[in-house]
């Protein structure tokens, strides 16, 4: 069983940055692929960003692109989002997920284990 705990949402203005973390529990964290997702109220889960377990590929949605990068650590059993010049519209809870293939999905259903959520505001 994998456990994703993520942190460092919170409140932010409109153009600042945040960094999110994502730790995972269990040896085998280099195995996985990694995936961020958001959803904001009254919609669905989207992807964001996501990542291979070889590192030599990150893949973002269209809508966060030029402004987030995805990056991790398998020595801290870790990944990472961060984002600059935000939005409003990147107003949302922040979920991280695994995948055991070690690929990236852009869909839910590809992922096995998912975090808590960590929420992320932006104000005008």
């Known amino acids: 069983q994998v456990q994703l705990v993520e942190s460092g949402g919170g409140l932010v203005q409109a153009g600042g940055s945040l960094r999110l973390s994502c730790a995972a529990s269990?040896?085998?964290?280099?195995?996985?692929?990694m995936g961020w997702f958001r959803q904001a109220p009254g919609k669905g889960r989207e992807f964001v960003s996501g990542?291979?377990?070889?590192?030599?590929?990150?893949y973002y949605a269209d809508s966060v692109k030029g402004r987030f990068t995805i990056s991790r650590d398998n020595a801290k059993n870790t990944v990472y989002l961060q984002m600059n010049s935000l939005k409003p519209e990147d107003t949302a809870v922040y979920y991280c997920?695994?995948?055991?293939?070690?690929?990236?999905?852009?869909?839910?259903?590809?992922?096995?284990?998912w975090g808590q959520g960590t929420q992320v505001t932006v104000s005008s």
């Open positions: 997920a695994a995948n055991v293939l070690g690929i990236v999905f852009t869909t839910s259903e590809g992922y096995h284990y």
């Open positions: 269990g040896r085998t964290f280099s195995n996985y692929g």
């Open positions: 990542i291979r377990l070889s590192q030599d590929s990150t």
